[in-house]
Structure formats: C-alpha cells, structure tokens
C-alpha cells in the first residue's frame, strides 16, 4: 500500500478547511476522507462491509482514516476496500483504548496493532477512551511502540491539544479532533521542537519469533511451536470449538476443504481465540477464509498450497507461513 504522501513528524485533523498554513508554518495535514462505523450488526459478513467501504472510498488517492469508532473489524475491512482500490490509498487507523490498553470492542491494543500493520496499514493513532485512559495514554503508548513496525502516534482529545507533547517522545503523528485545536496543538509542537524530532521505528523482532492475532488476542510464538489441535469446519463447529478450549490445546488448525465447510467458518470464526491455522488445498478457499477471518492466521505445510500462491496471501491478510 501506499505511504503516507506527507513528511513525518506531523500534525493531523479530520476537519477543517484543509489549506496549507500561510508562510513558514508546517501545514496542518488532512485526510481524503474519513470513515466513521456501519451500522450493521457486529456479526455481519466482513465481505459486506468491505463493499460498503469500497463505495465510500470510491477514487480517493489521499490518505483515508478510520475514526476511533469503528470496531477492529470493521478497520480491517477499511483496510482491505483501500487496498483493492485501483488508486491504494494509503490507510491510517485511530483505536480507542482505555486503561487497560483494551480497546471498546474487547481487543488487545497490541493485537489490533499487530493484525492491521501486517496488512500494510500505513500508521495507527491511539486515542484514550475516558480522562482515566488519557492519564495512561503515555505509559501505553510507549508499550505498543516496541511492536509497531509502522509510524504510530496519538488523537488528542477536545480541549487537551496543549497536552505536554514531550510525553510521546516516539510519536510521528499528532492528531487533534477540531481545527482550532490543531491549530494550538501545531504552535505546542513548534515551540516543543516536534517538527525536528528523528523519526523513530522500533527495530524488527527476532527471526525466530512471530506474532499471531485471532479475535482480539496475540499471540508470540517460536518458529519451533507445535500446531496441536485440529478441527473440521461442520455444523458442529461451535459446539467442538467449546470443547478444544477446554482441552487446552494451544493452537488449531482449521479444516476448510469445500464450500460448506467455508460458511460454517465465515459464521462462527469468531469463536476462535487461539493462534488458528487455516487448512485446504484450494487457493480460492484460502483467500476466502482470510477475508473472513479477523485475525492473522497461520498457513503451515498441510495446507498443499505452493509459495506463489500463499507470497500474495502474506501481504495483503497478513498471513504467516510456516
């Protein structure tokens, strides 16, 4: 997907009138447009809001933004329409978090993270949820910088934009919700010297090591580990799905040979909250099972599918091959 069509460190704002600042001030960045949640029930197929999103994207080549909120799984169908666009726009997402690093939606921050950089999401703001969030704010951004491997930084509340911006030291991106709060938050940034700040990265992990993402929850697994468990996508599926968890099995591969077995796990794939294999021959099945999956799943040797197949499969879903 693209990058970012702006120099980095740099200070954002979903509205406004959108001109560069007169004379030598840095220019107050905006997205091309900003999607804001469906309505549609959380169960609804991911297929459908990637549609609805596509819509809105529509021809749009500058950078498009999700608002905080939106549900992970709907940012990660955002993610998808921008990258099936013909013009790729690049795609930023905002999660809110509370306290606790948790998004509204019950995801692990650093999952969320995980999951929508490693399908070429262009940079991520945090935003804190409530007053007990945005006290936290420093402390767990800090810790989701260790795995952001893509510019990250934060939305500044309504009223907070003088907010010391030394309390992200690593931040490439500052957002504020109204243009006159962007508009202080560019003078804070000028006088703090943010604008000459080097941008900073936080080095890739070791080789030897992965992250999987299923359902809100992350995983860090070695290359070595054992996939334990396995099972067939039927009408039974919910039921057995209950019942590995209770086995304690740690990881699960999931059987996807025909058509049926796919609907089964488009249905009830949110059931699984374990590192998750997926499992079939078929190269068309396996990209439709990723499509529906909201997580980054794993694609290990039974699966027959040759490196030219799954090598597309790795950028645009995320997907690990073992």
């Known amino acids: 997907m693209k990058p970012l069509?702006?120099?980095?460190?740099?200070v954002l704002c979903p509205d406004g009138p959108g001109d560069?600042?007169?004379?030598?001030?840095?220019?107050?960045?905006?997205?091309?447009?900003?999607?804001?949640?469906?309505?549609?029930?959380?169960?609804?197929?991911?297929?459908?809001?990637?549609?609805?999103?596509?819509?809105?994207?529509?021809?749009?080549?500058?950078?498009?933004?999700?608002?905080?909120?939106?549900?992970?799984?709907?940012?990660?169908?955002?993610?998808?329409?921008?990258?099936?666009?013909?013009?790729?726009?690049?795609f930023l997402a905002c999660l809110a978090l509370d306290d606790e690093g948790m998004t509204p939606d019950g995801w692990e921050g650093d999952a969320a993270l995980i999951l929508l950089q490693s399908m070429g999401c262009a940079g991520v703001l945090f935003a804190p949820a409530d007053e007990e969030a945005a006290a936290e704010l420093p402390r767990l951004f800090s810790a989701l910088w260790e795995d952001a491997r893509i510019h990250v930084g934060v939305a500044l509340p309504h009223g907070a934009a003088r907010q010391q911006v030394a309390a992200f030291p690593r931040a490439s991106l500052l957002m504020a919700p109204r243009w006159e709060d962007s508009e202080t938050l560019r003078a804070h940034c000028l006088a703090t010297g943010f604008y000459q700040r080097p941008v900073q990265i936080a080095p890739p992990p070791e080789d030897d090591r992965f992250i999987a993402v299923s359902n809100g929850h992350s995983f860090l697994l070695e290359t070595t580990f054992d996939i334990d468990g396995e099972l067939a996508c039927t009408p039974d599926f919910a039921e057995e799905m209950l019942e590995r968890e209770n086995d304690g099995w740690s990881a699960l591969r999931l059987l996807v040979p025909d058509e049926d077995a796919l609907a089964v796990f488009a249905a009830e794939q949110y059931m699984i909250k374990m590192p998750a294999s997926i499992g079939t021959d078929d190269p068309v099945l396996m990209e439709r099972a990723l499509r529906a999956f909201c997580g980054r799943a794993m694609a290990d040797g039974t699966c027959g599918l040759g490196a030219e197949v799954l090598r597309p499969l790795v950028g645009k879903y995320g997907l690990i091959v073992l």
Do not use: T
Not at 5 to 10: E, I, N, R, V
Not at 64 to 90: F, I, K, N, T, Y
């Open 5 to 10: 069509p702006f120099p980095l460190p740099a």
């Open 20 to 90: 560069a600042a007169p004379g030598p001030l840095p220019p107050i960045r905006q997205p091309d447009i900003v999607l804001y949640p469906l309505q549609d029930e959380w169960e609804a197929p991911a297929e459908s809001w990637i549609e609805a999103f596509r819509r809105q994207i529509g021809a749009s080549q500058g950078p498009v933004l999700a608002d905080c909120g939106m549900s992970v799984g709907q940012q990660r169908a955002a993610l998808l329409a921008c990258s099936e666009s013909p013009q790729c726009p690049p």
